[in-house]
Nanobody
């Protein structure tokens, strides 16, 4: 089992920045690929970014490429999502997730989930 806890969400103006953190506990964190997903009200869950277990490979949704950066610190059992140049359309509940195996953009392939953290971007 892996337990995930997100933090760092909040309210920010358009153009601003936030950094989300996801702290993991339980089984060996470094063996899991990690991902960030988001869900806006009335919309389906969507992929944001993912990172391999080693941190060597990252993958982003086109909508956030160049603005968001995913990273991980296996020594701290934590991974991050740095969000810059935020837009109102980035408003959503952001959730971190873990899976054994390769990183993926498919939320159904992730085995463990955090509770989510709200990000609100005002115009």
């Amino acid at each position: 089992q892996v337990q995930l806890v997100e933090s760092g969400g909040g309210l920010v103006q358009a153009g601003g920045s936030l950094r989300l953190s996801c702290a993991a506990s339980g089984r060996t964190f470094s063996s899991y690929a990690m991902g960030w997903f988001r869900q806006a009200p009335g919309k389906e869950r969507r992929f944001v970014a993912s990172i391999s277990w080693s941190g060597d490979t990252t993958y982003y949704a086109d909508s956030v490429k160049g603005r968001f950066t995913i990273s991980r610190d296996n020594a701290k059992n934590t991974f991050y999502l740095q969000m810059n140049s935020l837009k109102p359309e980035d408003t959503a509940v952001y959730s971190c997730a873990a899976r054994e195996g390769l990183y993926s953009s498919n939320w159904s392939q992730y085995h463990y989930w955090g509770q989510g953290t709200q990000v609100t971007v005002s115009s």
